[in-house]
């Protein structure tokens, strides 16, 4: 089956590279809001798809991600097998490393599967 640009897009990306991440032009502090409504991972015990929105805050320091980098990062997450902890974690973390933002917080709000419904809230302001 031939794999599509998308996918090819998806596969290939990698969020370390520099040209996913531009100088922030503003000294003063400001706040970036940015809502991903179709994340979806793998339960890594079942495998079935866990879905969730994803919601990024952030006050920028001295770079800003692209924004569809992020998008296609929120991608890549879709064929793993990764918990709803260890996914909210690792973007946070991600973000939080590669920005070096003054603030940043991530909420994974993942829809109800056998009437669970899981919310990961991470703040940097409290860790």
Known sequence: MEI?????????????NSENFWPNEHEKN????IELPEFMAKCPRSGYPDFATIKIQY??????IELKALKIYIN????????????????????????????????????????VHTIIEID????
């Open 4 to 16: 599509k640009y998308g996918e090819k897009e998806i596969l290939e990306f990698d969020i370390n």
């Open 30 to 33: 400001y706040t970036i809001d």
């Open 59 to 64: 006050i920028p320091n001295k770079r800003v």
């Open 76 to 115: 890549s997450f879709m064929n793993r097998y990764i918990s709803h902890e260890n996914s909210a974690n690792e973007i946070f973390d991600t973000l939080f490393n590669k920005l070096e933002p003054k603030w940043l917080k991530v909420i994974a709000d993942f829809k109800p599967r056998g009437n």
């Open 124 to 127: 940097s302001s409290k860790i």
